[in-house]
């Protein structure tokens, strides 16, 4: 779905996905290295996800770069949430059951919407200390803290089912980079490392199983893998 109460790409820009496949071999390989140093980082524990959230996320920008030319966030993601061939590599793995990035979104999406924190700083909203995700999120939207997708709870009410989708993902993606360098007073609801681990896992497998990009090939088996595409049928 195409959900227009999230933020739209200024008229007369468009993405086109034919600039990555065509993209010079050299630099290719560069963004296919960092992808690599990120994708090995997938075993570390959950606590230690943040930094390989950020690598991940510069190879999307840079991928979103090279796709439709923008280099600020705040012009191509709602570019790039829009635009079909971007969608489809997602929304296709969305309808695989067998997908971990499948997996790893719903788990991601569990704990939307993703609070502003830059918008938190001064509410307070930073003097409370939930014990639940269910809590934390009822003492931000009390004072009406922005968040990202601010529509998911909503389309949740309309469809309970409803699996996440490549437009909304991206802007919780979006949401958990924007609040990783926050002043740290406040309560780190919105850093927490169950949100930033299915951020950056969700994300790298994404990058993966939609083959934008491959780690080199190597003789010993991955039995994380394996591992997880048996727990998540």
């Known amino acids: 779905m195409v959900c227009m109460d999230l933020p739209q790409p200024k008229t007369g820009t468009q993405a086109d996905f034919g600039r990555f496949a065509r993209l010079e071999k050299k630099a290719r390989l560069m963004l296919n290295d960092q992808f690599e140093y990120a994708w090995k980082q997938r075993e570390l524990a959950p606590e230690k996800h943040a930094a390989a959230f950020l690598t991940a996320w510069e190879v ?3 991928t979103a770069e090279v796709t439709c030319g923008l280099t600020c966030p705040a012009d191509w993601v709602p570019l790039i949430g829009q635009d079909p061939a971007w969608a489809a590599s997602f929304n296709d793995l969305m309808d695989n059951p067998k997908s971990l990035t499948r997996m790893y ?3 991601f999406a569990l704990l ?3 609070y ?3 918008a938190a700083l001064s509410a307070d909203v930073l003097q409370v200390h939930p014990d639940t995700r269910e809590s ?7 004072v009406e803290i922005p968040c990202a997708p601010a529509c998911w709870q909503k389309h ?3 469809s ?3 699996l996440p989708d490549w437009q909304h993902t991206l802007a919780a993606w979006q949401a958990v980079r924007r609040n990783l360098f926050q002043d740290p007073a406040w309560h780190n609801s919105e850093n927490d490392h169950h949100i930033v681990s299915n951020a950056f896992l969700s ?3 994404f990058f993966k199983e939609s083959k934008l990009y491959f780690e080199n090939p190597s003789l010993k088996p991955d039995i994380f893998d394996r591992t997880q595409v048996l727990s998540s049928l």
């Open 116 to 118: 502003d924190v830059p």
């Open 105 to 107: 979104a719903k788990r």
């Open 156 to 158: 949740r009410a309309e």
């Open 160 to 162: 309970p089912d409803l």
């Open 112 to 114: 939307w919407p993703i």
């Open 203 to 205: 994300l790298i497998y």
């Open 136 to 142: 934390a999120q009822s003492a931000y939207a009390a």
């Open 60 to 62: 999307l920008c840079a």
